[in-house]
């Protein structure tokens, strides 16, 4: 399949084809056709995988061909997303694909000074790219309604939950109209995501990508035996052993981020650290310094790392285990990605062994004694019983998973291609430790 084929306009085809994208991603491919027609979408799906251009693409293609009326533009479509730099990728995904269009969106988001922000949206926009938070201070100080929003798109909808923008998102729902386009993502659909999305969707198409195990087909993995004490020689020597010039170190805590930091510079390899305490500012020199090759090692904290976008990522080193197995996959998920090959590399010491365990059970990785991280042969298949007939029908029923409950008035759920489909995959689902929470 090529972009031609999902029917997109030619402003956007260029734009995309510009960016040296060839041919859609799979999400790109199931949720593109869908949103076009107008469609709301629940979608599984992990950064890495395209889907900010499986949102944006139609909602611009939406914005540009609805008619606009005179005066200032209001703000038709909303996209809301739990952290600053992934609210500045995206907008910066925006200016990419509407290159070619007449369509005005710019990003809002807390932290730094909001004046730059209101001139933005006073000289009107098609689509606001936003935090909650500063969304929220936004709207309270009359800089912006959202009383004409028809596309609304909620991203990392799991992260927003851990981060506890909860009740942010309840008091924007009630901003937005009732009629519109909502297209829902999230990495994981563990029941209160699934609980929240039954309360925005209409009929939603399902589309979902890379269940956690496939991630990981392009991505070389190994574990090392470490104990706390022998981390900080067992990472130099690492990076001493490995070749990749750019290298994304994970660490569980802001101050874990700062020492690793600080030892790695110490023995002469260059390193910076990134997470929630440092100012705006301070994350992007970091970034730009990994990006140009100043600096090796960007040490980050998950909730600092959602909005890192270097597609070429080649080695992640995970310095401590993250405490929910899923978080492994999101880390995981920065290298290896739209096809590239990519390392991974985990610490593990005698303390984390439950952890590692529910890391091989969430994605079904099978550990060899030298440390490498293989996909397990598939479990033979039980013999068939003999059963009895059954009236049609009556069998998929009992084996599909229990569904989301559905929104009022809504059909069963479709897939992209209109058939049906199982729910997607429920993860398990536990509270995040308290020093990531903290770093809002
Ligand atoms: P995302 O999941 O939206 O963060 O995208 C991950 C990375 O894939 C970004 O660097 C995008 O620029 C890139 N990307 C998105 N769509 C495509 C595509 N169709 N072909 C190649 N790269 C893509």
């Known amino acids: ?36 027609q107008g469609h709301d979408l629940l979608g599984c799906a992990q950064t890495g995988t395209g889907k900010t251009a499986a949102f944006t693409l139609p909602i611009l293609q939406q914005l540009a061909d609805a008619p606009r009326t ?18 500045i990728q995206i907008d910066a995904c925006c200016r990419d694909y509407a290159r070619l269009t007449d369509l005005r969106h710019c990003v809002v988001f807390g932290g730094v000074s909001q004046r730059p922000q209101v001139e933005a949206l006073q000289r009107g926009v098609d689509l606001l790219v936003a935090t909650p938070g500063r969304l929220l201070d936004l709207v309270g100080q009359g800089f912006v309604s959202l009383a004409s929003v028809r ?10 939950l851990d981060m506890g923008f909860i009740h942010d998102i309840r008091r924007i729902l009630p901003l937005l109209p009732a009629e519109r386009q909502t297209l829902f993502f999230s990495a994981t659909m ?4 699934l609980r ?47 070749e990749e010039a750019s290298v ?34 301070a994350r992007e020199r970091a970034m730009n310094d990994f990006r140009s ?13 959602r909005g890192i976008d270097i597609s070429e ?97 809504g059909a069963q759920p479709r897939t992209a291609n209109g058939t049906r489909q199982p729910a997607p995959r429920r993860n398990r689902r536990r509270r995040r430790p308290a020093a990531d929470r903290a770093q809002r």
């Open 1 to 36: 399949m090529t972009f031609s084929d999902l029917s997109l306009i030619e402003p956007l085809l260029r734009a995309v084809e510009e960016k040296g994208y060839d041919t859609p991603t799979p999400i790109q491919e199931q949720a593109i056709p869908p949103a076009l």
């Open 70 to 87: 005179r005066g200032r533009r209001p703000i038709r479509a909303l996209v809301l997303t739990p952290t600053r730099e992934l609210a």
């Open 313 to 409: 990522l080649p080695l992640v080193v995970n310095y401590d285990l993250p405490e929910v197995a899923e978080t492994y996959v999101h880390r995981i998920g920065r290298t290896g990605r739209a096809g590239h090959e990519g390392m991974a590399v985990s610490f593990c010491s005698e303390e984390e062994r439950p952890l590692l365990d529910q890391i091989l059970k969430l994605t079904g990785l099978r550990l060899d004694d030298d440390g490498t991280l293989h996909l397990a042969p598939p479990a033979p298949k039980p013999a068939r019983q003999p059963e009895a007939p059954r009236p049609k029908g009556a069998r998929q029923k009992e084996a599909r998973p229990e569904r989301a409950k559905r929104p009022s008035g």
């Open 196 to 242: 929240l999305a039954s309360t925005m969707l209409r009929d939603p198409v399902h589309v979902s990508v890379t269940p956690p195990a496939s991630v990981v087909e392009t991505i070389g993995q190994h574990i090392r035996f470490a104990e706390k004490a022998e981390k900080k020689e067992a990472l130099i020597a690492l990076l001493t052993e490995r």
């Open 293 to 305: 090759g100043a600096c090796r090692v960007l040490i980050a904290t998950d909730i600092a790392a």
């Open 151 to 160: 596309h609304f798109v909620l991203d990392e909808a799991d992260r927003m």
């Open 190 to 193: 563990p029941d209160d995501i």
């Open 248 to 281: 994304l170190v994970f660490s569980r805590t802001k101050h874990g981020a700062d020492r690793i930091a600080r030892i790695l510079t110490r023995a002469g390899i260059e390193a910076r650290a990134i997470h929630g305490d440092k100012s705006q500012g």
